[in-house]
């Protein structure tokens, strides 16, 4: 089994900046695709961002490209979500997720999920 733990929402103001951060616990000797969601209140859960095992490829949604930067540390076996010019539209729940598989764009294709971590865009 995997836990993985979100941190670092909050309240932010528009063109402001979060970094948040998934650590993992448990059976980390595995490799895991990571993937970032979220959840708007009324709205389904969404892809944000996914990286490989190895860090070395990365995948974004279109509306968050050029906004978001999605990285790892495996010696840590922490994930990080780095979102810069936060717009009120970002405000959702943020989920961490991880797979044994390639990593994607699909929630169904994610075994293990974090708690989630709220982040609110708001002046």
């Known amino acids: 089994q995997l836990q993985l733990v979100e941190s670092g929402g909050g309240l932010v103001q528009p063109g402001g900046s979060l970094r948040l951060s998934c650590a993992a616990s448990?059976?980390?000797?595995?490799?895991?695709?990571m993937g970032w969601f979220r959840q708007a209140p009324g709205k389904e859960r969404e892809f944000v961002a996914a990286?490989?095992?190895?860090?070395?490829?990365?995948y974004y949604a279109d509306y968050v490209r050029g906004r978001v930067t999605i990285s790892r540390d495996n010696a840590k076996n922490t994930v990080y979500l780095q979102m810069n010019s936060l717009k009120p539209e970002d405000t959702a729940v943020y989920y961490c997720?991880?797979?044994?598989?390639?990593?994607?764009?699909?929630?169904?294709?994610?075994?293990?999920w974090g708690q989630g971590t709220q982040v609110t865009v708001s002046s």
């Open positions: 990286i490989s095992w190895s860090g070395g490829s990365t």
């Open positions: 997720a991880a797979t044994q598989g390639t990593y994607s764009d699909y929630d169904y294709e994610y075994e293990y």
């Open positions: 448990g059976r980390t000797s595995s490799s895991y695709a």
